[in-house]
């Protein structure tokens, strides 16, 4: 890849919309917290965590996540984590970013609702970057799991703002959460969900259909059907593609194989994201460059990239448009 390239990259105003803050902590933090926190780990060293992170599914990834999250326990646990993760994603030019939790993995653990909600926020507040916040229900467990949890959460209704879905997802299909989602659109929360990452076009479809999300987490898998992608490319139906993610959980065997470009040749409305960037291999910048240097693409398509993140953030219109300016003349001065 060329240096201008590289570097337009690196330093063009991007939006990340798909980053679970549980999957930015790294070894390292997990290690000074379970010390902080006297919480024992089953592995002795942080080179023997990072050694682990060698993953063939989602769920051997999912297992390995859910044994790191187990350190935080109190609110300045749950700032610290989202504040390293802020840090990182202003290095690397996020200026807005949506950033998934899963309070199902600390409630479950005897963490109070509002301590991990109230450390994740002010952390939010704290930081440069613009950061909302979305709750996600975990899917292996029930619906009526989720609809205590999103009850536990109501109280700090105004600390997020959508609803998302993730966790193991084959077998777990969207219609398991309808009238759960159904409650979330009532009360007016923006609605996401995860689907076609390795499990089957279908549940896009459903997850539109029956969940009524406003955009789909991965969603890569839409190809292997050619009336839904030129559905989501009709309706311009944002798609948070995870491109190192992808490769680390296997739905592509190697970066060179991703069908992001194809995504783009269908006219689909493609974001780039870090999904769990401390165990996939990195943050906002090395998705976008790890990508850029399997595929031939180009300024142009960096340039899409990065104006398909603003177009599909939950933001005011004004607000959106004022990054998409931004992102415009950061091209234009190149
Ligand atoms: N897929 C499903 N659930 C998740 C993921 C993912 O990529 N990351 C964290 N939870
Ligand atoms: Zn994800």
Redesign the pocket.
Known sequence: MNDQLRAALQQMPKAELHI?I??SLEPELIFALAERNGVALNYASVEELRAAYAFTD?QS??DI?YAGASVLLREQDFYDMTAAYLARAEADNVRHAEI?F?PQTHTARGVPMRTVIDGIHRACQDSPVSATLIL?FLRHLSEEDAFATLEAALPLRDKYIGIGL????VGNPPEKFARVFARCKELGFHLVA?AG??GPPAYIGTALDLLKVERI??GVRCLEDAALTARLAREQIALTV?PL?NVK?RVFDKMEQHNLLALLDAGLAVTVNS??PAYFGGYMNDNFIATFEALPLGLSHAQRLARNGFAAAFLPAAQKQKYLDEVDAFFAAL
């Open positions: 679970h549980e999957g989602l990834f999912l996540y998934f899963d996600s993730d966790s193991s997802e995860h990452e390795e987490d991965h995870c993610s959980l999904d769990d």
